[in-house]
């Protein structure tokens, strides 16, 4: 069962489309996607435990607004951040880096996003558990 | 007094730098500004009766995320159209709109903006109170 922790949406279908590089189950919920729009928002929501995997944002950015529930967000070199309902996120271009639950909420963000995604490994069990929720 | 209606946020501080281009108050919270991201985002609240004038986005585009009250967006040449928690509405370059409260409600969303504004002519009482809340 999923558990809508969205203070603004429903939770949206299972991620099948990103189920490869993400670590437990996510759901998407697409809010804009226009052709002459250069960029596109969708609200993501992350069981707790999910995570997705390094990546990196080429030629583009992407901004979290944070709409329910606790998560983290790490840049590669840098300790993760806890984040909050209302937290915001900017992730620049090239930047390396990770977001999701913690181990025991469900987490919610709406995603601004230009750009072509690289994605990379995915965050070690070791190192997420090792997070102090 | 201000009355909070988002579902993610205390309304911000006056809005005295648009207040021009506003008939009414509004609260606006800067979200993100950041030099090397070519979008910017804020929550704006307006009390009942609140709206901006006609405005045109210029080499660019704005994307509206309704976080609470009830709320209206038209484009010239357009009926209104009543907005709600959780809708979505798209800009294009160069399209001539207005957005703001209903009579009897106060309206927030999130603004991801792109460009320069134009402003232009206030939206007329009588054409606001023909509106159907």
């Known amino acids: 069962m999923t558990e809508q922790i969205s203070k603004l949406y429903p939770n949206g279908p299972l991620n099948t489309a990103y189920a490869q590089f993400f670590t437990g189950n996510s759901y998407l919920r697409n809010l804009i996607s226009d052709p002459d729009i250069n960029v596109g928002v969708g609200e993501v929501s992350f069981e707790p435990g999910c995570r997705n995997h390094w990546h990196i944002h080429h030629d583009g950015f992407q901004l979290l607004i944070v709409t ?3 998560g983290w967000y790490q840049e590669a070199g840098f300790p993760a951040r806890k ?5 915001t996120v900017v992730t620049k271009d090239g930047v390396k880096h990770w977001h999701g639950a913690t181990k025991d909420s469900w987490f919610s963000h709406i ?4 750009g072509t995604p690289e994605w990379l490994v995915a965050v070690s069990d070791a190192d997420y558990n090792a997070l102090e929720d």
Not at 83 to 87: E, K, R, S, W, Y
Not at 111 to 114: D, E, G, L, P, Q
Request: no cysteine; proline share 0%; hydrophobic share 40%.
């Open 111 to 114: 995603a601004i996003t230009a």
């Open 83 to 87: 984040l909050h309902v209302g937290d």
């Open 68 to 70: 329910g529930g606790e």
